[in-house]
């Protein structure tokens, strides 16, 4: 069965410090990856996302993640947050045949940052 | 505000009474979904319709669940004789269809604020 599975489900850290978000994933076949996020009161929107080439993506207000197609990952990374990236964060998965009309969406991580 | 809109934001119901949302997407725009989010999960995948036709259909959507697109324009969801267990934000997202190409922005699902529904 297609599953995303996110690791933390809260994550609090300091500003300046290092981010890493776990996401792995079940899907028959090849997929597309995708990280969106959610700030408080908005809607959902697209981070970034992996399709196929260079394994290591980069996204908005520099947010990168990398495809392990052995680790059936697709982890989130930002070198130093700041207060603004308190969020809700999303992995999906969807499949590559016509289009990606059926996105799973895994339980998101809710990062708090503090100042 | 040229992004996706859902109407009412919030919904107070009563056990066993009926339902409709609204959904207007982007306007250009052909695939429009429809997601359910309960608290502490992720969007689940309801339904996706291209243009006028309804295309897919999750097993979570039951026979009370019923979604339209009569123009392929705007989209309603009904849900009738609702339960507590229908409680949940019900997000609508539109995209263009996807051309193939990598390099194509047409793949990005745009989001609504969501319909926020509560049962009593």
């Known amino acids: 069965a297609q599953s995303v599975s996110q690791h933390n489900h809260h994550v609090i850290l300091s500003e300046a410090a290092s981010l890493e978000l776990g996401c792995n994933y079940s899907?028959?076949?090849?997929?597309?990856l995708f990280w969106y996020v959610q700030y408080p009161g908005q809607h959902l929107q697209l981070l970034l996302k992996?399709?196929?080439?260079?394994?290591l993506v980069k996204g908005i207000k520099g947010f990168e993640a990398e495809f392990i197609k052995s680790k059936f990952s697709f982890n989130l990374r930002k070198p130093s947050v700041q207060w603004s990236d308190t969020a809700e964060y999303f992995c999906?998965?969807?499949?590559?045949?016509?289009?990606?009309?059926?996105?799973?969406f895994g339980a998101g991580t809710r990062l708090a940052v503090h100042p | 505000d040229t992004g996706v809109s859902q109407d009412p934001r919030h919904k107070i119901t009563k056990r066993g009474q009926n339902v409709t949302f609204r959904c207007d997407p982007i306007s250009e725009h052909n695939r429009l979904y429809w997601y359910r989010q309960t608290l502490g999960q992720g969007p689940e995948f309801l339904t996706y319709?291209?243009?006028?036709?309804?295309?897919?259909k999750s097993r979570l959507l039951s026979d009370r669940f019923s979604a339209e697109r009569p123009k392929g324009s705007f989209s309603t969801l009904e849900i009738q004789r609702t339960e507590q267990g229908d409680s949940a934000m019900y997000l609508c997202?539109?995209?263009?269809?996807?051309?193939?190409?990598?390099?194509?922005?047409?793949?990005?699902?745009?989001f609504g604020s969501g319909t926020q529904l509560s049962v009593l």
């Open positions: 997202a539109s995209s263009l269809e996807w051309t193939g190409k990598v390099e194509s922005t047409n793949e990005k699902l745009f």
């Open positions: 999906a998965v969807g499949g590559v045949s016509g289009g990606y009309n059926k996105l799973i």
């Open positions: 319709f291209q243009n006028e036709a309804q295309l897919e």
């Open positions: 992996y399709f196929s080439g260079d394994p």
């Open positions: 899907y028959g076949g090849t997929v597309n």
